[in-house]
């Protein structure tokens, strides 16, 4: 099987070799005489030298800058949201890098990402987070007070006041977490939606 592979690729290369030689030095189909001459031909050493030199390559790496549209569309799915994710993510480039260089709208580029199921960039969600000043002063008026009675190994809390559902619940989670799953605790919740 090995023998079969080595003498079909001496043969190929047998034929291309003749090939390529004979279309240097063939004399031309159109009637003149002599070889086919290239533009290199015609050139001074220099002009040759010049002329025959390797061309700027051009790399780019797919991380460091936006591909265009086309050329991202036609990524598969895993290939865009992780590109996507990196560009949103660079400070260099960032969401309005990525609308610039498309040529796009936001609502088109807040549409492709809700297609490859990716969350809103950060800084929207940092921007619903803020709060009004009443807002932050009404919740440090609700703060946890823990009441150490002894100093035996345990302790009390009690929560007051109002409060949102999501704080309320974060609150709770975070409770869960300090709690030890091998004591014993009696508690006593009332909540009143206002």
Known sequence: ?????????????????????????????????GRMRLPADCMDRKQRKEYMKPGEVKVYNMYDNVIPKEEFGSLPVEKQRELLLKWRDDPRIGVKGIIESWNVSRGTYYKKTKELGLSFSKMREKRTATKTKEQAQELSSNTVHIIEEKLINRFALQLEGEYEGRCLTDRLEKLGLILNSEAKYMISIQIIEL
């Open 1 to 33: 099987m090995q023998d079969q592979f080595e003498q079909f690729w001496a043969q190929d290369l047998k034929e291309k070799r003749k090939v390529i030689s004979g279309a240097r030095h063939r004399a031309s189909r159109l009637g003149r005489v």
